[in-house]
């Protein structure tokens, strides 16, 4: 199945600093490193097309309650609801998704009132209403008799799911969960997703929610490691939005270059990842520097303090 409309993925990440006077930076739990880091916690949403390319939309920088005024704190739930407004304000198609952490009641019943789709992962230990009665996610998935389980393919691993109509305390819509378990003997589900399109089949649900890894995870990754996300340590908090912004920027343009039938006129050959694309940036501005160093000694005849100067000075 083909998606037309693009996927939409809210995630946050902590983008770490040397510098504890940075505006709105503090001591945030790193659960990849397990330990606690000086960083700023931004929410991003980033835009999957269908083609598979994906671009970052806006972002969110969390501020401590401490360090806000009175009756302006925003919490990360409120965040994301504006960048979900912020979204369809500017008419981006597409379907959100996001991971167990935005599943809360009041993200879900704001998105539905918005009158979109969305996909998101569901604790287990989240409380459903199952034969009547609110329990565990896991207990219900103990409940599932083996024949009611069927199978589906990510990839080439096989899961087995279980696929129902629910409700959950709060939201304020019914909602189709989708139980997943690795093998069909199993008791304990592995993996829970949540929609609030009841008709939507599971490849159709897996389809949304795996561009949360594509929209998200990567530009986390790539800002950080390729485009210096976290290498601003300017003290005020505009500066940090703009480098924000410029990264975001320059990710765009990269990604726009990337897949193309031909390479880019910049380029030696096609590109496929981001890391390729600053390679080659590099490589071409550093041959474009060499051209006009040698162009200026012979044909312009300057002098080395000349051009070292222009070069100290740009």
Same mark, same amino acid.
């Given at each position: 199945?083909?998606?037309?409309?693009? #996927?939409?993925?809210?995630?946050?990440?902590?983008?770490?600093?040397?510098?504890?006077?940075? %505006?709105?930076?503090?001591?945030?739990?790193?659960?990849? *490193? +397990?330990?606690?880091?000086?960083?700023?916690?931004?929410?991003?949403?980033?835009?999957?097309?269908?083609?598979?390319?994906?671009? &970052?939309? %806006?972002?969110?920088?969390?501020?401590?309650?401490?360090?806000?005024?009175?009756?302006?704190?925003? *919490?990360? =739930?409120?965040?994301?609801?504006?960048?979900?407004?912020?979204?369809? $304000?500017?008419?981006? &198609?597409?379907?959100?998704?996001?991971?167990?952490?935005?599943?809360?009641?009041?993200?879900?019943? /704001?998105?539905?009132?918005?009158?979109?789709?969305?996909?998101?992962?569901?604790?287990?230990?989240?409380? @459903?209403?199952?034969?009547?009665?609110?329990?565990?996610?896991? %207990?219900?998935?103990? +409940?599932?008799?083996?024949?009611?389980?069927?199978? @589906?393919?990510?990839?080439?691993?096989?899961?087995?799911?279980?696929?129902?109509?629910?409700?959950?305390?709060?939201?304020?819509?019914?909602?189709?969960?989708?139980?997943?378990?690795?093998?069909?003997? *199993? +008791? %304990?589900?592995?993996?829970?997703?949540?929609?609030?399109?009841?008709?939507?089949?599971?490849?159709?649900?897996?389809?949304?929610?795996?561009?949360?890894?594509?929209?998200?995870?990567?530009? /986390?990754?790539?800002?950080?490691?390729?485009?210096?996300?976290?290498?601003? +340590?300017?003290?005020?908090?505009?500066?940090?939005?703009? /480098?924000?912004?410029? #990264?975001?920027?320059?990710?765009?343009?990269?990604?726009?270059?990337?897949?193309?039938?031909?390479?880019?006129?910049?380029?030696?050959? =096609?590109?496929?990842?981001?890391?390729?694309?600053?390679?080659?940036?590099?490589?071409?501005?550093?041959?474009?520097?060499?051209?006009?160093?040698?162009?200026?000694?012979?044909? *312009?005849?300057?002098?080395? $303090?000349?051009?070292?100067?222009?070069?100290?000075?740009?």
């Amino acid at each position: 199945m083909t998606l037309v409309r693009g #996927v939409i993925a809210i995630d946050n990440t902590l983008v770490t600093h040397e510098g504890k006077l940075i %505006e709105d930076v503090g001591w945030c739990w790193d659960h990849a *490193d +397990q330990r606690h880091v000086i960083a700023h916690d931004y929410v991003i949403s980033n835009y999957v097309c269908p083609s598979g390319a994906h671009y &970052p939309i %806006e972002w969110r920088r969390f501020q401590k309650r401490d360090a806000c005024a009175e009756d302006a704190f925003k *919490d990360h =739930t409120l965040l994301c609801m504006e960048l979900i407004d912020e979204a369809i $304000t500017r008419a981006i &198609p597409g379907d959100f998704t996001f991971d167990s952490y935005f599943t809360s009641a009041k993200i879900l019943n /704001h998105i539905q009132s918005k009158q979109r789709a969305y996909v998101g992962d569901l604790k287990l230990n989240r409380k @459903v209403v199952y034969t009547g009665r609110e329990q565990k996610l896991q %207990e219900v998935a103990r +409940q599932i008799p083996w024949e009611a389980k069927k199978p @589906v393919r990510m990839g080439s691993t096989r899961y087995w799911y279980f696929s129902k109509q629910l409700r959950i305390p709060d939201v304020n819509h019914p909602v189709r969960v989708l139980l997943f378990w690795r093998e069909r003997d *199993d +008791q %304990e589900a592995r993996k829970a997703l949540v929609s609030n399109r009841l008709g939507w089949e599971v490849i159709r649900m897996i389809l949304v929610y795996r561009h949360r890894w594509t929209g998200t995870e990567t530009f /986390h990754r790539d800002g950080k490691q390729q485009l210096g996300l976290g290498d601003c +340590q300017v003290r005020s908090g505009e500066g940090q939005t703009r /480098h924000g912004y410029l #990264v975001s920027a320059a990710y765009s343009l990269l990604m726009r270059s990337l897949q193309q039938s031909r390479a880019q006129d910049w380029a030696r050959r =096609t590109l496929t990842t981001i890391g390729e694309a600053c390679r080659a940036v590099k490589a071409e501005t550093l041959e474009r520097m060499i051209d006009w160093i040698v162009d200026k000694l012979t044909v *312009d005849h300057w002098s080395i $303090t000349d051009i070292k100067a222009v070069l100290a000075y740009s």
